[in-house]
């Protein structure tokens, strides 16, 4: 059973940085795409980055794309996500996702990110 576990949330003021970790368990193999999903009230979920197994790239979304960046630690099932110079438009629930970039079938739990003064 496929369980993703999301940590690392909390509250933060504009220009701060947080850290947010997933820890991925139930996989049988490390050939698994896997990566951060957000959604903000009132708006649709979108992806915010990823690690594509497929073909080997780190996608980010235009809103993040050089402040945010995305690791992999395959050896502690871990995927983190370094979120830097942040914005009060950052604020949403983030969410683990894997098995895919694009249409993921398991989703962790979300964790809130309040980027606010």
């Known amino acids: 059973q496929v369980q993703l576990v999301e940590s690392g949330g909390g509250l933060v003021q504009p220009g701060g940085s947080l850290r947010l970790s997933c820890v991925a368990s139930?996989?049988?193999?490390?050939?698994?795409?896997i990566g951060w999903f957000r959604e903000a009230p009132g708006k649709e979920r979108e992806g915010v980055s990823c690690?594509?197994?497929?073909?080997?790239?780190?996608y980010y979304a235009g809103s993040v794309k050089g402040r945010f960046t995305i690791s992999r630690d395959n050896a502690n099932n871990t995927v983190y996500l370094q979120m830097n110079s942040l914005k009060p438009e950052d604020t949403a629930v983030y969410y683990c996702a894997a098995d895919d970039c694009g249409s993921p079938n398991y989703w962790g739990q979300g964790t809130q990110v309040t980027v606010s003064s």
């Open positions: 690690t594509s197994i497929r073909d080997g790239r780190t």
């Open positions: 139930g996989f049988t193999s490390d050939y698994y795409s």
